[in-house]
């Protein structure tokens, strides 16, 4: 039996693929996650921004016997629809203006026949909370001749 320097080598090289190959794995299921995140955010404005063109209004959770205003009841329906797919938007930026108005105050869905823009953008942590995106999302939706 003689020396073999080259003993031991395999476990080194181990070592470092496995950190590396688990770099990856971590890192490609953040991206699948930013990405189901995104396409899940464009898909609740999308629905939301149908559900608002229709003129409707939801109770007030609180006290059912007053309606929310329409904005507010969007941000209801989205809050509810993002709860099917995992979204939260507690600390989202949401603006409803009409499509017309650049600088519109955020609170403004537009009256009959008028489209308006719903706007989100949502801080999400990637790299295991390390850092973190905004993701942004709009959607355009034209308001039915409600009365």
């Not at 719903?118 to 039915?144: D, F, H, M, Q, Y």
Request: hydrophobic share 40%; charged share 15%.
């Amino acid at each position: 039996m003689g020396f073999y320097p080259e003993r031991g080598g395999i476990v080194v090289e181990s070592a470092v693929s496995i950190m590396f190959a688990a770099a990856m794995i971590l890192g490609g299921l953040d991206l699948v996650r930013l990405v189901y995140h995104s396409a899940s955010m464009q898909y609740v404005l999308s629905r939301a921004a149908r559900w608002g063109s229709l003129g409707q209004v939801m109770p007030n959770p609180a006290n059912p016997a007053v309606n929310l205003s329409r904005e507010e009841s969007i941000r209801h329906q989205m809050n509810l629809m993002g709860d099917l797919v995992g979204l939260n938007f507690s600390d989202a930026t949401i603006t409803i203006c009409p499509e017309t108005h650049s600088n519109c105050s955020p609170n403004n869905a537009g009256g009959p026949n008028e489209s308006f823009v719903i706007k989100v953008s949502k801080p999400t942590s990637i790299l295991l909370n390390v850092s973190s995106v905004t993701l942004t999302a709009e959607a355009v939706g034209r308001n039915e001749p409600y009365a």
